[in-house]
């Protein structure tokens, strides 16, 4: 293979790369241009020009798909970690409401005790009103 072939290769490869969205050497989100693919290659200013078949082949692309493929690639990206936090947000949302379901449960067992202690309270109140009571008259008997 000689230079001219390797050095097609290089530039066809590059270019391959930046149509598909994966430049090596270049941002990803730099617009596709002779430059560009230049640049991916490694090569020098103005080495594709020697290419004009490659040189229309850019130019087509790049007025076919003004970055449009870069564009979706990063809707999708986008879409797809948004994606991802909303299930995370529904899985908490979950685990927010089971907790709240079983705190409620906690609390009206707890109103349930209460409820039931303060009757005992009042009960043992009334037990010992009467007993003072009772010990009272008892006293006053014994007085007499």
Known sequence: MGKSNFTRAKIEEALKRIL??????IPSTQKLSVKA?????????????????IVNKIKKHALKKPSNNKNKSLYEEK?????????KEKRLKEKYRLEVT????QLANMASQHNQL???????????????????????????
Not at 37 to 51: C, D, I, K, Q, T
Not at 79 to 87: F, G, M, N
Not at 102 to 105: G, H, I, R, S, V
Not at 122 to 143: G, P, V
């Open 118 to 144: 303060a009757l005992m309270i009042q009960q043992y109140q009334f037990k010992i009103a009467e007993l003072e009571h009772s010990n009272e008259l008892a006293h006053l008997d014994t007085k007499r």
């Open 37 to 53: 693919v230049e640049e991916e290659a490694g090569l020098g200013s103005g080495s594709v020009y020697y290419y004009p078949e």
């Open 79 to 87: 879409i797809a970690s948004l994606q991802d936090r909303l299930k």
């Open 102 to 105: 079983e705190l409620k449960a």
């Open 20 to 25: 598909q969205g994966r430049p090596q050497i």
